[in-house]
């Protein structure tokens, strides 16, 4: 149980559109979703917790209007990268917390901006 | 502001031998969750274990152990009788209780080899 599902695994796009990542709680309920980025051979970084039915809250320097987040239901949350860049490519992972003290995440997006 | 300390970037082990991995961590807080997540090559996040802070006795899965020194605000990961598919990126955590945000705050990672 407690499974989160990510997609896409994988997104090559075009400078100057946009990606739309989404992450599902298959059997459990979600208030709560957590969005990170992870660079090359780096740690996660928070960006941004996603709460159903409200806006987002945003770690200090991620751009909101850049990483746009909805979280509409109490089983999907999607980040959206909005006019991607090069420098946007990263792998972004989301995760939930099923557990009162637990976590699981996604398998992760690897974008990539060409 | 909580902040997680991963000193050793990378360490090596010898199949079936025994690491220990650190972690150092910073709070002005008394309740708190720490975990260990291991990341193998396919990046997918997996936890190892979790330890409560209000709980003396150190937390143990299976051939995971850790180190839970409170005063000294030290979590260490020992792992036993390594093998080959515990080589992966290593991120010790830390959750502050109270927070509505519930966020994880993570270490830099270490990244274990397990050599044949």
């Known amino acids: 149980g407690a499974v989160v599902s990510q997609h896409p695994s994988r997104v090559i796009c075009k400078s100057g559109t946009s990606v739309k990542i989404e992450c599902r709680s298959l059997d459990f309920q979600a208030t709560t979703m957590f969005w990170y980025r992870q660079f090359p051979k780096q740690s996660l970084m928070l960006m941004a917790t996603?709460?159903?039915?409200?806006?987002?809250?945003?770690e200090q320097g991620v751009e909101k209007d850049k990483f746009l987040i909805n979280h509409a239901s109490l089983t999907l949350s999607t980040l959206t990268v909005t006019s991607a860049h090069p420098e946007d490519s990263s792998f972004y992972i989301c995760?939930?917390?099923?557990?009162?003290?637990?976590?699981?995440f996604g398998s992760g997006t690897r974008l990539t901006v060409v | 502001a909580q902040t997680v300390t991963q000193s050793q970037p990378e360490m090596s082990v010898q199949e079936a031998e025994t690491v220990t991995l650190s972690c150092t961590y910073d709070?002005?807080?008394?309740?708190?969750?720490l975990f260990w997540y291991k990341q193998p090559p396919s990046r997918q996040m997996i936890l190892v274990i979790r330890q409560e802070a209000y709980k003396q006795q150190n937390a143990t899965e299976n051939r995971f152990s850790v180190n839970f020194q409170k005063a000294a605000k030290s979590f260490s990961l020992k792992i036993s009788d390594s093998q080959l598919g515990d080589t992966a990126m290593y991120f010790c955590a830390f959750m502050k209780l109270g927070d509505s945000s519930y966020k994880l705050i993570f270490g830099s990672g270490t990244r274990l080899l397990v050599r044949p």
């Open positions: 709070t002005s807080e008394n309740n708190y969750y």
């Open positions: 995760s939930a917390r099923p557990l009162l003290y637990g976590y699981t």
């Open positions: 996603s709460n159903e039915g409200s806006k987002a809250t945003y």
